[in-house]
């Protein structure tokens, strides 16, 4: 089984930028991606990015280029998200994912993903 917790969530000004972290551990982890997903209250949960393990070849979705970036570092077993230019439309919570192994068909379907953490809340007040 794989586990997966997320941190670095917080209340923070429109403007500001914050750095999420997903700590994984478990079995060897054999996942091909480590994606983040943020629902926020009433609205579906939505794909924000995801990162190969192996590779590192990274995936956004186009709303979220430039002021997202994902990031894994293979010796400490996380995958950091920072985000930058923060907008009231980016308070969500924020999951991060695991696949179970293979290759996913479609990184940014959360359907995919089988391993998720317990989420961290990111409030941005404008």
């Known amino acids: 089984q794989v586990q997966l917790v997320e941190s670095g969530g917080g209340l923070v000004q429109a403007g500001g930028s914050l750095s999420l972290s997903c700590a994984i551990s478990?079995?060897?982890?054999?996942?091909?991606?480590v994606g983040w997903f943020r629902q926020a209250p009433g609205k579906e949960r939505e794909f924000v990015a995801a990162v190969t393990w192996k590779g590192g070849v990274t995936h956004y979705t186009d709303s979220m280029k430039g002021r997202f970036t994902i990031s894994r570092d293979q010796a400490r077993s996380t995958v950091d998200l920072q985000i930058i230019s923060l907008k009231a439309e980016d308070t969500a919570v924020y999951y991060c994912a695991a696949d179970a192994g293979g290759r996913p068909t479609d990184v940014t379907n959360r359907y995919e993903y089988s391993y998720w953490g317990q989420g961290t809340q990111v409030t941005v007040s404008s």
């Open positions: 478990g079995r060897p982890f054999t996942s091909y991606a």
